[in-house]
């Protein structure tokens, strides 16, 4: 079961006049993303009329509220976190999401194809250079790992991910490149993500998908949720280009 964390370790404050920010320490954790998803979801589960909008990541969850109905806001997220710890405490949510955490959701992980051919991983080759590994080495280590999303953010869908391997992890470059093409693979520090569409990016480029990461036509529009579980393997070019042009043709 998962360390929940007592009620004086949250954190609550107010962001302008409409959104309040719940936080626990300022971590990259799976422990406490798992409580700010519980939180998540109970504050779902109520159905308040006055919620707009809820916005979970790493170790904080920000509700937005309507001005014109909740008039005492910090005296609710105060009464709602205490009952939320309540409920957490008497193990009616908390220990299935805990389970989930370490087993269920296991078996609903989101598998990802990447080409990490030199082609498309157009920083594989430095990084196997700063790391003093092979390409394949590199590749190995990054499929082997299960990433957990930790946030949404930065472009529509981008799913902040992590914890990379310690042994490939590296910086961002100096200098984003004006161009990262829609679906690049890359690695910052202790994340890795990928691109859902062209634009400008700083991360290192290991390889990319032809799966589609955001798309406005069609609902859900992003591929990604904060607390998904995330696994890349590996595709052979020709098998990336097959999968790309079915994808180009049916969307």
Known sequence: MIQKQPLDAWKIKTLGDHALQFSLPALMDSTIAAQIKDLNHFMVSQQLPFIKDL???????????????????????????????????????????????????????????????????????????EKNSSPQEIIQIHTNQIYQVYCIGFLPGFAYMGKVDSSIQSPRHATPRPLVMAGSVGIAGEQTGIYPMNSPGGWKIIGRTPRPIFNKEVAPYASFKMGDQVQFYSISIEEFTKQNEYENEHT
């Open 55 to 129: 916005i979970p990541a790493y170790h904080t969850l920000t509700l937005i509220y309507d001005i014109e109905i909740l008039e005492r806001p910090l005296s609710f997220a105060q009464t709602i976190l205490k009952e939320f710890l309540e409920v957490t405490n008497d193990h009616k949510i908390h220990t299935s999401n805990a389970n989930n955490s370490n087993a269920g959701e296991d078996k609903n992980i989101i598998r990802i194809p990447v080409c990490y051919d030199i082609s498309l991983g157009i920083d594989l080759e430095l990084l196997s250079i």
